[in-house]
């Protein structure tokens, strides 16, 4: 259901279409594969080191809330 935040509903449309298998967190995999559709030149290490920025809690997965913070940035 959408809510009254368009920039909230654009990040939760958004983190759906990455979370490819759908149990609400992002792996690596999920992750990479969505940035070398946007920038297939990207350097494995570089979209790992991108995906350990917004890993804030080191689990090898992005939660939602860590996704929503670094997309915090849009507003």
């Known amino acids: ?3 009254t935040d368009p920039v909230l509903d654009e990040v939760e449309e958004m ?3 990455i979370d ?5 967190s ?3 995999e999920e992750f990479a594969k969505i940035m070398r559709e946007i920038d297939h030149t990207r350097s494995a290490s570089a979209l790992r080191a991108r995906f ?3 890993d804030a809690n ?3 997965r992005v939660s939602f809330e860590e996704f929503r ?3 915090g ?3």
């Open 20 to 24: 490819l298998d759908g149990d609400q």
């Open 15 to 17: 983190f759906a279409r």
């Open 26 to 28: 992002i792996g690596f």
């Open 69 to 71: 913070a670094w997309c």
């Open 73 to 75: 940035g849009w507003r």
């Open 1 to 3: 259901m959408k809510g």
């Open 58 to 60: 080191r689990d090898g």
């Open 52 to 54: 350990d920025a917004i």
